[in-house]
């Protein structure tokens, strides 16, 4: 069995999510069994409607309501994320994926929709020849701790910037 690693993709540049998706991609392309969990994000992702042409092999979830969380998040956010990380758990502990990965998950708990305790447990119970990707900005330092790999993305230059929003197809 090879060993398998945690990854954190974070920062503030742009890349966070596409690398996941780029790495998922290229599991899929060895014949990996792949599982995507969106959290904090709901619907409207081109990613979705691409990843459905490798379903044998991908399965995407979401666990958001697809809103902006400014402030208090609402015990709807807070159940639906709850929920998903616990189903994922479940997917990581049972050794039947590859790669996991868990696109915005840092920003979840940046949100406080769940506990560092909780992400920590997820981690600590991941099956051994599972690689498991946590992305999304503001890392919380003890996940940074229990990864092997940390990439930050570093915005050198953004167009968010100059009032550029999330472009289907390029961002969404
Ligand atoms: P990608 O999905 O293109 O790989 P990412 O995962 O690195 O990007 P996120 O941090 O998840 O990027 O950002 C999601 C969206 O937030 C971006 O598509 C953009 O529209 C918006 N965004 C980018 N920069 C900022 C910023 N500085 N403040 C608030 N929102 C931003
Ligand atoms: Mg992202």
């Known amino acids: 069995m090879m060993k398998s690693y945690v990854h954190v993709y974070t920062g503030e540049g742009k890349g966070k999510t596409t690398a996941s998706l780029g790495?998922?991609?290229?599991?899929?392309?060895?014949?990996?069994?792949?599982?995507?969990?969106?959290?904090?994000?709901?619907?409207?992702?081109?990613?979705?409607?691409?990843?459905?042409?490798?379903?044998?092999?991908?399965?995407?979830e979401q666990f958001g309501l697809g809103r902006f969380i400014n402030g208090e998040p609402a015990q709807s956010d807070i159940a639906a994320a709850r929920n998903g990380l616990e189903k994922m758990k479940e997917i990581v502990s049972s050794g039947?994926?590859?790669?996991?990965?868990?696109?915005?998950?840092?920003?979840?708990?940046?949100?406080?929709?769940?506990?560092?305790?909780?992400?920590?447990?997820?981690?600590?119970?991941?099956?051994?020849?599972?690689?498991l990707v946590i992305t999304g900005r503001y890392a919380d330092p003890q996940i940074l701790e229990k990864a092997d790999l940390v990439t930050e993305m570093n915005a050198i230059k953004h167009y968010f910037k100059e009032g550029v929003r999330a472009r289907v197809g390029i961002e969404k």
């Open 23 to 60: 790495l998922a991609i290229r599991a899929a392309g060895a014949g990996h069994k792949v599982f995507l969990a969106q959290f904090i994000k709901g619907g409207r992702y081109s990613e979705l409607n691409a990843l459905k042409r490798f379903d044998d092999l991908i399965t995407v």
């Open 96 to 131: 039947a994926y590859n790669l996991v990965i868990l696109d915005e998950a840092n920003i979840a708990l940046h949100y406080h929709l769940f506990s560092v305790e909780k992400l920590i447990e997820l981690i600590d119970c991941r099956a051994g020849e599972t690689e």
